[in-house]
């Protein structure tokens, strides 16, 4: 069941009807079962995946927090009795039981994960060695990717991380838990919500505030003006561009290259604007996952304020504890003992990162293609770090001040950056990705930008006009964010006003929207993942 | 407080009500020039006195081959065509179940050409059929039956959603028609005057299979059944049109039919001559629809026999009826005239001919 889909939108409707109808208490277990309801449509096997994996968590986070009671139980029992290296000694045996708890329970929701997305990505590259050598290739196999396995199978991960950490006790409610994993307007694409932060308004009993319901209602309008205004419009020339790489090259590839970046923007906000709005009409608080990624004025910060839950979730459970691990404080002292301090203190942060990368490179999908966007990513980053105090010198030298003009360049530089790194998204191989990067050098014919080939592109100028206009009003209203919520800044406002801009964003939606018979149905970019 | 708030909400949906359906109004095709049939399902509820004896339901052999007006004038025959473009088995039923809302006709007469497709075929067919009738369960039923994969219930309920995306297309005519239309048929029959004569026909293929599917039957019988619980009789004609060919086998499958219900089956395709029809004359597309002169001469033929066979009484001679028939001939003349003009002027008719007003620089 699409977002954009005439059947959510009628399930919505029912669903949020009900939650306010029904009696405050089974609030939370109506929403599960809708949850449930929602995830069937996507097929019943999906259930059965996303069911596993409850189980799986449900009983690891008991089973880690039994041993946690046992531990204190005999530690209190034993409170004088026993000596200080026995209570470490007892306390690092429980410890060691957890961990290999947790060490079970993530391999298998990892082991589901890669078997179901990576098994043929495996298999291709396998049967590419095998031809190699002239020997009879693998066959593919027919797996179906379950609907947003990457997001709950991280939703999951990070639980019961945090349960063996000790960051809170585990959910002993199971029907509590497989709502966490499972909230539906997270299931296809997050953002990836933490255990604590998402569960405190989750179970929460809801009365219907209509200011609540309201400005969720706006910011679902919000997401779907992204989605099928902006995002679903632009694709048609996106598709056509990267499709067909032997006719559009040169400064094509640069307007395929900034097509996708604002469809991948819009979509993508545009789905998590749907989100945090549904949840908001339900009472319920979801983290927020960008912050005008756009206006960066650097790498780093563009990755501080795009995919924030996924940016935060790999620091916290794959960076941290990769970059304290005994092998990689063991890396440390050796490098530093062999290169000396200042360049091996850098090897563990580096690989660290590297890794980092790697695995949202493949976290974004099963091929090389993202594996290597990851990787560059990673490089990018580490290379920017690096020239840090050049460009401290730079600017000191020059006398560079912090002006509009400057700022506007960073964040063009940075803009331009990641577009181009998302290339290697668009294209179906890496070496092609790389092949029309240089495309846009070795064949800069800006002409195609005036002699009407844009036209060509499968957008009329009527979806053109749609398009800037578009693009500028999220622009603007970006511009207005830096001051604070629109939505309260409208609030302030008289009613006629308003209600005016809400009537004309409505049917903006429903006359621009890019949907029906006509458009292609495009899933949302991040279903996939 | 509570109560202005409400009022406001009240104000609000008003608002949006009122935009949506002027909206709709204006993103909705009109259908008032070139494919002129998708006005036609619409146009039945305009009429002032729905009361007919005879009740046309069927696609374009029904619509271009009667004259209503015909039928009126040389056997006092009230009749109305539901006919619609492609309009298939299960369109022509639920028309039918719509139409018996308003009134009850003494025979419905459909055309069995529609029986060669057994599966919906495009969507701007389902468009042109359903889109005109109010909005009822007869209506999504309608929609449901005809829908292809790609097609969404809702927006058989609310046309906006699907036509939305017209705001780029749209014309003069767009404007022109946003709230009224023109009237475009005499009683469902779609004038032209103008001729094509037919030449050589191409060689009929042969099929895998001449039975006509299983869906096109069981709505049939779903006609039969509705007439036949409404005390009407049912007619099934095969119209003088020499294309799509009509196969033998085919025909022999509605005698047959036929037989078993104790309907009347009657196909003109064996009685050409004996109505008239020159088709080098009487067909303004090579054969494949008739024009005036021969929708006037089948009509001629086709009142004979339901005169005959089941006793309609001549209503000439009721004053209130001889009025309103007078008013509907008298428009269709005056559109025969006019199409002869536009003939001898431009040397086609307006209307149908879009493009070469473009080229021409002819505003119709």
New interface residues.
Partial sequence: MLFTSYSFIFFLCILISLYYLIPKRLQWKFLLLGSFVFYFFSGWSNLLYILVTIISTYFTGLKIDDLNRKQNAYLKENKGQITKEERKLYKEKIKAKQWKLLLICLIFNLGILAVVKYTNFAIANINSVLSMFRMTELSFVNLILPMGISFYTFKTMGYIIDVYRGKYEPERNIGKLALFVSFFPQLIQGPISRYDDLSKSLYQEHSFDSQTFSYGFQRVLWGYFKKLVVADRIVAAVLTITRNPDIYDGVYVFVGMVFYAIQLYADFTGGIDITIGVAQMLGIEVKENFIRPYFSKSIVEYWRRWHITMGTWFRDYIFYPLSVCKPMLNLSKASRNRFGDKIGKRVPVYLATMMVWFTTGIWHGSSWNFIVWGLLNGVVILISQELEPLYAKFHQKVKIGDTFGFRLFRVIRTFLLMSSLRILDCYRDVGISFKMFFTMFTKPDIRVLFDGSLLKLGLDASDYVVLIIGVIVLLTFSLIQRKGSVREMLSYNSAVLRYSIYIILFFSVLIFGAYGIGFDSNQFIYNQF | MKKK?II?IVI?IL??TS??VL?QKL?MPKYMTQIVEGALIKEYYYEKLKDHDVMFIGDCEVYENFSPITLWEEYGITSYIRGGAQQLVWHSYYLLEDTLKYEKPDVVVFSVLAMMYNEPQR?AYNRMNIDGLPLSLTKINAARASMLP???L??YVFP???Y??R??ELSSEDYRYWLRRDQISHNGYLMRVDVKPAGRLPTPRLLDDYRFGETAYKYLDKITELCKKNGIELVLIKAPSLYPHWYEEWDQQMVDYAEKNGLLYINMLDDIDKIGLDFEMDTYDAGLHLNLSGAEKASRYFGNILKSRFNIPDKRNDEKLKAIWQEKADYYYKMEQEQYRELEEYGYLLKFNMKRNEENKIKP
């Fill in positions: 708030k406001s609000v608002v949006i935009i949506a909206l993103l969507e790609e097609e969404d809702i927006t906006l959603l699907r939305h995306s705001w780029s």
